[in-house]
């Protein structure tokens, strides 16, 4: 199948010239980065939080997420990498790459040194890149698959200067004017979008940006009228009543929104999306390394008190470890193009 041009799956986006709406551009290519350690305070002077004895202690990792700050990607890994250095007894330095719909990032992982201290944040759709976006050098198996430490639901959210208040009110809006934001070209948001759209017999307009930092801020302001942020994007915004939460995607209640009813029960039986987060190192890095880097992923999300700050950040815990995740990642692969190609003429 020929690859669809990203620039022609913006097109919609560009002539409607919306202020905030962060343009995306397939060509990999250098691009601002943004450097911090995994917490604020947290091993400071290149003092680790605790001392350790395997492959890690003492070390610096580099963490790749290929998200902007703020958004969904980039709070879930910030908040398990400072659990992290206290398990492996190293600092971990978390690397904003952004652009390219995650592409720019992910690429440098695959030209990093596979030594073991390089690690990238990963998530449903990332290892088809090559097939959905033009200009993405890397393939599947460009990727050595690590663990799995989350799935998280989005929060379908709707602006205030809408008028949409329930799921009701966002099916009858459903005409294909509508505007949906979506946090990153061919990620797992747009695949929310055309599984609810099966799921409801409705459609919507499809604007892209980059992170969904920035669609939560144009839903706020009443420049997008509707999108799917990830719980931990859009607590805030609906503590603050600047956003109508319609419906959550997973298949029972969040524990960090219990008030937010799901898809399934609110007549669309059996309906559940949602995205898993994991990591990736470069082919050719050590198993050893990656066993013990996974092995420490497990530890944290057995720790009670990072389950309770996952909660509160709006965080679903899901452990899969190395072995298994060497076989989630290639069955997850072939599941997100075989939708792809079949949705992707659009």
Sequence with gaps: MKRKSLALLLAA???LGITGCGSEKAEVASAPTEQA???EGVAEG???ATSGDGFYAGKTVEMIV????????DTACRLICSYMEKELGCTIVINNVTGGGGSIGLAQLTDANADGLTYAYFANTDSNGDIMLEGVPYTVDDFAPVCKFAADPHIILASNASG???LDGMIAAGDGKTLWGIGGAWTHW???KLEFEEATGTSYKRLVYDGGAAVITDIMNGDCTVGTPFVSEALSAIDAGEAVPIAITS???NEACPD?????ELGYEGFESTMWRGFVAPVGTPEDAMREFAQAVGSVCENEEFQQAAVQAGITVDYTDYDAFQTFYKENHASVKAYYEANSDM
């Design 190 to 192: 747009d695949f929310l």
């Design 13 to 15: 986006v560009l002539t």
């Design 37 to 39: 350690p995994a917490e």
């Design 251 to 253: 298949a029972e209640r």
């Design 46 to 48: 290149g003092e680790t």
């Design 66 to 73: 290929p998200w902007g700050a703020g958004g969904g990607a």
């Design 260 to 264: 937010i009813p799901t898809v399934a």
């Design 164 to 166: 949409i208040k329930d």
